[in-house]
């Protein structure tokens, strides 16, 4: 492929040099540059790949895309505005537009993300398609599994998954879109046949600045979809509508809508509703707790309805979904209390999973957590607060310690916990903690395992340990029967 082909839809304001050089590969990190690539310098956050562009030719680059004017340099330069477009652009050329060979969901939101990519998976498998999944824990094609990196993965890096998932069949693929990814044109040539909006609350003001950009961003995906599915009752939908260009589909369970949730139950295994569309209605049944889990069903719902399966057949996908690792999974245990892992480590993550909990425990609320270490200490007090006002008893523990002192991250969190009257106790040692909390579970006591979610690991000051809760405590109550 010559450089003005990959460049084809690529705003080029001025180019020097040859363009019918041939390319063999794209590059924006210079020390992954090879013989023939073409090199693309991204303005960074903390760095800036126009600095790297003389590394990059010394490495065999034949043409580089810039910015601004590189000096002295014989190379073919191509100068476009923005730099992380023409990537995204160039890419999908280069993997000839994998996209456009399979039904392209996407899903963005503060949170839901991750499990509806799940759900929306099963159901379409359960109707015989053939699936991939892009997301935060990793990424899928049928039931192989390739490592994630990050929620929504570099454009270059996207084009390449998708040119794999269509190589090897998929016709449907489900991806979550985060709003650094909108924001930062990651997918911006993604044609997405379908888009669904969960909901929006705060978070990545580090990024965004202002929840007006943060939504604002979300809202980017509508703009790039054939049907929108919008969650009618989030304070954000009014603006999603009024920005998407797309025909759109939203659901309540509170308001006239698309699709309409009632006859809502919650249990500590699951949730039931009828889900009433276009004059039809299903029964759904879904085997993950939690207020949540309603609405993550309905984003499903709202896609597959869209990508064209029937309301019945996806009831019947809900029906065997099976949750996502470390999102309000509840262990296979066995006993008359129950035990969550939820992946919660922000103090809007732990109200969340609590406020769901609530919804449906009889008995207790025991929660288990602790604060990450070398990370932003403000949420602390803040965390051990939401914690004590929404739980029985509390045993702040370790998370990933890192290279803090366990207790000097405790006393923190126990600021937040001293401010209710919550009763609590504090075990440095994340293992004796989840074994204190077993050997003091009742009947229909419910524990909440927080913030480590899918992670089998845990991170201390000097190594890093294998640490998988669910099989903790299998464990635990295995010898506890003896
Ligand atoms: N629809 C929802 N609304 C609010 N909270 C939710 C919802 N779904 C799940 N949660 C809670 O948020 C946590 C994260 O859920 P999930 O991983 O599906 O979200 P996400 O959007 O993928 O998050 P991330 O941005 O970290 O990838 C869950 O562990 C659960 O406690
Ligand atoms: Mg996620």
Redesign the pocket.
């Known amino acids: 492929m010559t450089l003005s082909e990959l460049l084809k839809d690529v705003d080029v304001t001025s180019v020097q040099g040859n363009t019918s050089v041939k390319i063999s590969g794209i590059a924006f990190n210079s020390t992954e540059v090879k013989p023939g690539d073409v090199f693309v310098c991204i303005t960074g956050f903390k760095t800036d790949g126009h600095k790297y562009a003389a590394d990059a030719l010394e490495r065999g680059a034949v043409a580089i895309v810039v910015e601004r004017p590189i000096e002295d340099t014989a190379a073919t330069v191509a100068i476009t505005k923005n730099t992380r477009l023409a990537l995204s652009q160039m890419a999908a050329v280069y993997y000839d537009y994998p996209y456009r060979k399979f039904r392209l969901i996407g899903i963005t939101?503060?949170?839901?993300?991750?499990?509806?990519?799940y759900l929306v998976k099963s159901v379409m498998e359960s109707c015989g398609h053939k699936v991939g999944l892009i997301?935060?824990?990793q990424n899928m094609i049928g039931e192989t599994v390739i490592p994630a990196k990050h929620?929504t993965p570099d454009s270059l890096e996207l084009m390449r998954l998708f040119s794999r998932m269509a190589e090897e069949g998929a016709d449907t693929v489900v991806m979550?879109v985060?709003s650094h990814s909108l924001a930062l044109d990651r997918v911006a040539s993604c044609e997405f046949d379908v888009g669904a909006f969960?909901?929006v609350?705060q978070?990545h003001l580090d990024f965004h600045e202002t929840m007006e950009n943060y939504i604002d961003a979300k809202a980017l995906l509508f703009k790039k979809c054939r049907v929108g599915v919008l969650n009618a009752d989030d304070a954000a939908c009014e603006r999603m509508r009024e920005l998407a260009e797309c025909e759109t589909l939203d659901y309540s369970t509170k308001i006239p809508a698309g699709i309409l949730a009632d006859n809502i139950e919650y249990m500590s295994t699951g949730v039931k509703f009828d889900a009433i569309y276009k004059g039809q209605t299903s029964k759904i049944e879904l085997g993950i707790p939690?207020g949540?889990?309603v609405?993550?069903a309905l984003?499903a719902i709202g896609c597959c309805l869209a990508a064209g399966i029937s309301l019945e057949r996806i009831a019947n996908g809900l029906k065997n979904a099976s949750g996502?690792k470390?999102?309000?999974e509840v262990v296979n245990t066995d006993t008359d209390y129950t035990v969550i892992i939820?992946?919660?480590h922000t103090p809007d993550?732990l109200l969340?999973?609590l406020s769901?909990i609530r919804g449906f425990a009889k008995g207790r609320i025991i929660t288990l957590f602790g604060c990450g270490g070398d990370r932003d200490r403000t949420k602390r007090p803040k965390m051990g607060k939401i914690a004590g006002q929404l739980s029985d008893f509390c045993i702040v523990t370790s998370d990933n310690p890192r290279s803090e002192k366990p207790a000097d991250i405790i006393e923190e969190v126990l600021a937040g916990v001293k401010e209710t009257d919550c009763e609590y106790v504090t075990i440095e040692n994340r293992f004796e903690a989840i074994e204190y909390a077993l050997d003091n579970a009742k009947k229909d006591d419910i524990i909440l395992l927080a913030g480590k979610?899918h992670e089998p690991y845990q991170i201390l000051k000097d190594r890093t340990i294998v640490f998988d809760e669910r099989e903790i405590v299998l464990k635990l109550i295995d010898s506890s029967e003896g």
């Open positions: 939101g503060t949170n839901g993300k991750t499990t509806t990519t997301g935060t824990n929620t979550e985060s969960t909901n609350t978070d939690g949540f889990s609405y993550n984003t996502v470390g999102r309000i939820d992946y919660a993550g969340n999973i769901a979610g």
